[in-house]
Structure formats: structure tokens, C-alpha cells
């Protein structure tokens, strides 16, 4: 890796990146919800029951990691703890801001 990308990627303030990230989740979930919906679709259908049982249980297994993730792409992130508080979020919190 070069340095001038190892120092572009250190100056990106944080909640810029922040914001990336939701938009690339913003984009991911779309797809994945899309995936786990032709999956459901799919044990519905004629050929489906004629799949052996080992292929069953792979498709059941690939639907329930994929309806896995798109929970996991749509509930809220944990709090990190440790990392400082912008002090915008900080003056929104405490009421602060009109002052």
C-alpha cells in the first residue's frame, strides 16, 4: 500500500465514513432482499420437491443465511462504546445546539 493512500484513508473524518457505509448498506439491501425472495420462491415450485434431500438442506441452509443477513443489514448497529462523541451529536443530546 502506498503512504498517499494510507494517509487518505487516515484523514477521511469519521462520519464520513459513516455515512458511506449506510449508503452502501442502502445499496446491499435491495439485492439481498430480492435474493431471499426468488429463494422463498423457489420451495414452491414443482422441481423443488424433486430435488434430493442433500439438496434440500443446502437451499434451506443458503435461505436461512441469507434471510440472516438481510436482518442483520436492516436492525439498528450496536453502540461503540469508547469512541468520542461529535459535538454536534453531543450538543443534540444535551439541548445545547439553540443556545
Do not use: N
Amino acid at each position: 500500500m502506498t503512504s498517499s493512500l494510507t494517509e487518505e484513508r487516515s484523514s477521511t473524518p469519521l462520519h464520513v465514513k459513516i455515512d458511506q457505509m449506510l449508503t452502501e448498506a442502502r445499496v446491499v439491501l435491495p439485492g439481498a432482499q430480492a435474493l431471499f425472495g426468488f429463494q422463498l420462491a423457489i420451495v414452491m415450485t414443482q422441481s423443488f420437491v424433486q430435488l434430493s434431500s442433500a439438496s434440500k438442506i443446502v437451499h434451506e441452509a443458503s435461505l436461512f443465511m441469507v434471510g440472516l443477513s438481510v436482518v442483520l443489514l436492516i436492525a439498528p448497529a450496536p453502540p461503540i462504546t469508547g469512541l468520542s462523541t461529535p459535538a454536534r451529536t453531543r450538543r443534540t443530546c444535551t439541548g445545547s445546539a439553540a443556545r
